[in-house]
């Protein structure tokens, strides 16, 4: 297991997380073997909006013995009161929830504590309104909750939400489908979408992927909207190099589906190439980097996808971005204009230009 730091609050998460939304399908020994299996696997983040409220007890089951070796986020919404998941924004019931789910899980704390499901305007409004936000706070306040997070599908309430309230981490559906306009959640367009990542790195909010396979979706030929399936772990690291990205929080139904997610470091580099889908990309992600790496190997040294990584970030206000650039074994400069990767983008990127702009821009 690799890990990434979250830079609001020093915490080492996992890379590869586990969402919750399927595990309570499972036998009941089997949903604690499969937890156990992710624990000792090395996941250490783990998604509660559940989705039925027999999840958290196996949890509580799995994981109480190693609590404090464990991250959890907790939706201050989710409403489990009928046994499957609801949405609430009632006060009264979201802490009846949160009591109850705290109870189940057989902790006394939540690791972020997340505004849950903000996807219109309207919804954050409420959600101050009814003074849930407040009570968040409140239990922020007395210890009981060490971070805030935010759970969103729609970058215009996310901006609008970073702009007005201390978030930590945020928890956003990250895959090609939605990136590019496909899906019931596909909200914002390809620019939107990739300000939202550049923000969240430049401020140091993580972001935990929710959806990463589109439901499944990009998992299946004749459902995927590019009408040719990926694999799980290119859809992980499609979501992996995404700016901001801390952790992946696939679900899983078994111990074997656990182990499978798990097999991702296990994989050859090939097997993670995602870039069949710049066959597919939008006109308007048309010559724009999303740091694939197909142009791998550069014959000069240079890491092509990092280079524009560092540069898109330096653009967007990161002022970390350039110390992290001048860091890097060769820089922009060091381009021999051999073409390799522009033959080989496949997002028509014309890479030997953009390396002579970055090194204007960095005066290497």
């Known amino acids: 297991m690799k890990y990434r730091m979250n ?6 998460v996992s890379e590869i997380g586990l969402g919750s939304a ?6 009941t020994k089997e949903a604690v073997r499969a937890l156990r299996t992710a624990y000792e696997g090395g996941i250490n983040y783990f998604d ?10 196996l949890w509580g089951e799995a994981l109480g013995d190693v609590r404090k070796n464990v991250l959890y986020q907790i939706h201050f919404g989710a409403d489990y009161s009928g046994g499957e998941y609801g949405w609430s924004l009632d006060l009264d019931t979201v802490k009846r929830s949160v009591d109850w789910m705290l109870e189940q899980l057989k902790t006394d704390y939540i690791n972020y504590g997340f505004i849950h ?6 919804d954050w409004e409420t959600y101050r309104k009814n003074g849930v ?3 968040l706070l409140s239990l922020k306040e007395a210890g009981t909750v060490r971070h805030i997070g935010l759970s969103s599908h729609t970058p215009s309430v996310i901006e609008r939400i970073l702009d007005e309230v201390p978030v930590d ?3 956003f559906s990250v ?3 939605y990136d590019y306009g496909h899906g019931e959640y596909a909200n914002g367009g390809v620019d939107e979408r990739t300000a939202v990542y550049r923000r969240c790195e430049r401020d140091g909010i993580g972001i935990s992927v929710m959806k990463p396979f589109s439901g499944g979706q990009l998992l299946d030929a004749s459902q995927s909207p590019f009408r040719q399936a990926l694999t799980r772990y290119q859809c992980i690291r499609y979501a992996l190099d995404k700016p901001g990205v801390l952790t992946v929080l696939p679900g899983a139904q078994s111990t074997v589906e656990v182990k499978r997610l798990l097999a ?11 870039s069949i889908i710049g066959q597919f990309a939008p006109i308007e992600a048309d010559g724009k980097c999303v740091y694939c790496n197909h142009c791998r190997p550069c014959p000069a040294g240079l890491d092509i996808g990092l280079i524009n990584k560092y540069y898109d970030l330096a653009l967007a206000g990161d002022r970390m971005a350039g110390e992290h650039y001048r860091k890097l074994a060769r820089n922009a400069s060091d381009c021999i204009s051999c073409g390799h990767c522009d033959r080989r983008c496949p997002f028509h990127v014309h890479q030997r230009e953009r390396m002579r702009e970055i090194s204007a821009f960095f005066r290497d």
Do not use: I, V, W
């Open 169 to 171: 981490m945020l928890m």
């Open 133 to 135: 936000y407040e009570y």
């Open 22 to 27: 399927y595990l309570y399908k499972a036998e």
């Open 175 to 177: 895959n090609p489908a």
């Open 7 to 12: 830079q609001r609050t020093g915490d080492r």
């Open 264 to 274: 991702y470091y296990d994989q050859p580099e090939e097997a993670l190439d995602y």
């Open 48 to 57: 509660l909006a559940a989705g039925h409220g027999m999840a958290f007890s």
């Open 117 to 122: 499901c903000q996807d219109e305007d309207s």
